[in-house]
Structures are given as structure tokens and as C-alpha cells.
């Protein structure tokens, strides 16, 4: 009897890539498809304000990617629902939930937020800003990173934008491209390396401000994502690092997002 996490494990995998259910193309495209989605949303943004004659519209596009990222996710899940479904599989089953085991992954998820996220963002942070900025004090450009909204979508981005974010930034990465990219070059280094190059060029267009900041960010990441990689090779769920994520998105729009 297959549960949620056999479904999306190893040897179901590669029973379903050798039956040629899992097109090739299906883990690159996922990798692509979520940093695309977001140069793409916010360019259009970008356009609409210009449009409305919005001051500086090139900054104020910065503030509103936790409202306008929700199309990015439903982008992303509609390829997911579309590759899950020529697999014979639904879409959650990437999740692998599984309700006996919440009393471990629950404690997990409260680990990765307390324990993994602050060692491996800020335990770099130094070394990062000298990388790419030469200096460890650099001066961020404005709404880099606090970001200020009006009231409605700023109470959007604190309810509604971070489960969905977080979940489906999961089900992208983790869930779906790097069981798949593994089972196709049966070589765990190489499948963790791509998935994460990518899972961290992700957060540097998050807003995209100038390479230089994108190169910080990028570098910052990278840390934080081989993490949640090698956890999810571990557990083979995604239920802790989702609720790990949960946390880790909503005390972001908690303390980097001001009412304007």
C-alpha cells in the first residue's frame, strides 16, 4: 500500500521515470519557471505603475512583491498540477504528509526556523557583504529589504501571501525537482548543487534591485537552501520544512513591512 511519502520517493520515482512518466525537461523547467515568474510579475508592475504614473515606479515595485508573488505561485502550481498529473500523482502527494508523524515533524519545522535559518543566514552575513559589496556596512539601496504598503495589502501579505508562498516554494524545489533531477543523474551532490544554485538565484530577484545586491543575496542563501535540501533527502517529507518555511516568511512580513 503506497502512503503520501512512498509516493514521492526514490524508487517510485524511478519507477515512474523509467515508464517515461516524468519528462526530462520536467525539473529544469520547474527550476526556471519560479525566478522567470518573478522577473516577469514584477516587470509588469513595474509597467501597470509607470502606466499610473506612480513616482519612482522603479523603487515602489520593490514594496509590492509580497502581493503580486501570489501569481508567481499560482504559475508555479499550475505546471506542478500539470507534471504531477502526467505522472499518475496529485499534486499534494509531494508533500507527503503524514498525520502520526507530526509529533516529529512539527519540532522539526520549530527547528529549522530557531536553529537552521539564523545559523545559516546570519552566520555568513559578514563574509557575504564583503563578497559582494567589499564591505561589511554597505548602504542598501531603499526598500531593499523593509518594505511599506498600504493597509489592505499589507494585511494580504501577512495572511494570505506567506502560507501559499512557502508551500508551494517547497513543492517547487525540494518536493518536485530534487527527488526527479536525482533519480535522472543518480548523483545526490550534483541534484543538490542545481537545485539549490537555483533555489538561491530565486531570493536574489526577490525584489531585484542591481546584480550587486543580487549577488549578496544569492551568496546569503545558499547556506539556508543546502540545509533545507540535505533535511528533505532525510526525512523524504515536506511537512517540517513547510512549517519551518511558515515561520520563517511570516515573521518576515511581521518586521520588514511597514503600513504606509
Not at 503520501?4 to 523547467?29: D, T, V, W, Y
Not at 563574509?127 to 493597509?151: C, D, K, Q, W
Not at 501579505?157 to 512557502?166: A, H, M, N
Not at 537552501?225 to 532525510?234: D, E, F, M, P, S
Amino acid at each position: 500500500m503506497n502512503t503520501p511519502a512512498s509516493i514521492n520517493s526514490g524508487e517510485a520515482i524511478q519507477i515512474r521515470l523509467s515508464k517515461g512518466l516524468i519528462p526530462h525537461f520536467g525539473p529544469f523547467l520547474m527550476l526556471v519557471a519560479r525566478p522567470l515568474f518573478i522577473l516577469l510579475t514584477q516587470g509588469f508592475t513595474f509597467l501597470l505603475f509607470k502606466y499610473l504614473n506612480v513616482p519612482d515606479a522603479g523603487i515602489a515595485v520593490r514594496n509590492w512583491w509580497t502581493v503580486t508573488g501570489t501569481l508567481v505561485d499560482f504559475g508555479c502550481l499550475g505546471l506542478l498540477i500539470w507534471l504531477t498529473k502526467r505522472e499518475g500523482i496529485h499534486l499534494f502527494d509531494l508533500i507527503g504528509f503524514i498525520k502520526s508523524r507530526l509529533k516529529t515533524d512539527i519540532p522539526l519545522g520549530f527547528g529549522i526556523f530557531i536553529i537552521v535559518f539564523p545559523v545559516t543566514i546570519f552566520g555568513c552575513a559578514k563574509l557575504t557583504m564583503l563578497i559582494a559589496y567589499g564591505s561589511t556596512n554597505p548602504v542598501f539601496p531603499e526598500h531593499t529589504f523593509i518594505r511599506t504598503l498600504p493597509l489592505l495589502a499589507a494585511i494580504y501579505s501577512r495572511v494570505l501571501w506567506w502560507p501559499i508562498w512557502s508551500a508551494t516554494e517547497e513543492m517547487t524545489y525540494d518536493g518536485y525537482a530534487l527527488p526527479r533531477l536525482k533519480a535522472m543523474t543518480n548523483s545526490t551532490w550534483l541534484s543538490v548543487s542545481v537545485v539549490c544554485f537555483f533555489y538561491s538565484i530565486q531570493h536574489s530577484v526577490l525584489p531585484w534591485v542591481n546584480m550587486q545586491h543580487a549577488l549578496y543575496v544569492f551568496l546569503t542563501f545558499i547556506p539556508l537552501t543546502i540545509a533545507l535540501t540535505l533535511i528533505y533527502l532525510r526525512v523524504r517529507r515536506l511537512t517540517p520544512l513547510i512549517i519551518g518555511h511558515w515561520m520563517m516568511d511570516f515573521f518576515s512580513t511581521i518586521f520588514m513591512i511597514h503600513i504606509g
